[in-house]
């Protein structure tokens, strides 16, 4: 069992940043895919960015390539998300997820998800 928790969303102004943070519970997090998704109000949940076990692969959605990194710290059983440039299109509740393989067009799938944490871009 993984539980997980986000927290650094809020309110930023466009070409603003905040930075996301995943905490795990269970001793198993490094072993599972870490991935974080968002969802706009009457959209679809969408792939945001995943990253590997260890750290050494991390894959983006081409909406936020460039301006967002992924990361984690399976010391501190922790994932964080750095989102700079923020436009008033990555307004969205942003969801953190745990899979031994996190696919992208299939979040349907995924075995853990957190809550959830609002990010507001205002233009």
């Known amino acids: 069992q993984v539980q997980l928790v986000e927290s650094g969303g809020g309110l930023v102004q466009a070409g603003g940043s905040l930075r996301l943070s995943c905490a795990a519970s269970?001793?198993?997090?490094?072993?599972?895919?870490m991935g974080w998704f968002r969802q706009a109000p009457g959209k679809e949940r969408e792939f945001v960015a995943r990253i590997s076990w260890n750290g050494a692969i991390t894959t983006y959605a081409d909406s936020v390539k460039g301006r967002f990194t992924i990361s984690r710290d399976n010391a501190k059983n922790t994932m964080y998300l750095q989102m700079n440039s923020l436009k008033p299109e990555d307004t969205a509740v942003y969801y953190c997820?745990?899979?031994?393989?996190?696919?992208?067009?299939?979040?349907?799938?995924?075995?853990?998800w957190g809550q959830g944490t609002q990010v507001t871009v205002s233009s």
């Open positions: 997820a745990a899979d031994p393989k996190i696919d992208g067009n299939n979040w349907h799938k995924i075995d853990y």
């Open positions: 269970g001793r198993t997090f490094n072993r599972y895919q």
